[in-house]
Nanobody, 124 residues
Framework: QVQLVESGGGLVQAGGSLRLSCAAS????????MGWFRQAPGKEREIVAG????????YYSDSVKGRFTISGDGAKNTVYLQMNSLKPEDTAVYYC?????????????????WGQGTQVTVSS
């Protein structure tokens, strides 16, 4: 059973930064493609960024491109999401997810495992 635990959320002013972490259980990291999703109240869950198992290629949604960076640390079985230049519209619950395919999927139903989520609130 794969377990994902997010941390690092919080309250930050617009223009600030946060780094989210997703710790994965077991000998896991290299076997899965990882994604970060977010869900704001009343909205659908959407992909923010992903990092592929095969080749380590990355994907970013247009709304965060140039501001967010996804990275991984295989030794720690941890995936990070560095978020800079935060905007109030980035406010959401952020989820880490994993899928057993070699490339990034952009839909939530393409992922098999999910963390519990961490709240990010950006004040104006």
């Amino acid at each position: 059973q794969v377990q994902l635990v997010e941390s690092g959320g919080g309250l930050v002013q617009a223009g600030g930064s946060l780094r989210l972490s997703c710790a994965a259980s077991g000998r896991f990291f290299s076997a899965y493609t990882m994604g970060w999703f977010r869900q704001a109240p009343g909205k659908e869950r959407e992909i923010v960024a992903g990092i592929a198992r095969t080749g380590g290629g990355t994907y970013y949604s247009d709304s965060v491109k140039g501001r967010f960076t996804i990275s991984g640390d295989g030794a720690k079985n941890t995936v990070y999401l560095q978020m800079n230049s935060l905007k109030p519209e980035d406010t959401a619950v952020y989820y880490c997810a994993a899928r057993n395919f070699g490339w990034v999927g952009v839909r939530p139903n393409e992922y098999n495992y999910w963390g519990q989520g961490t709240q990010v609130t950006v004040s104006s």
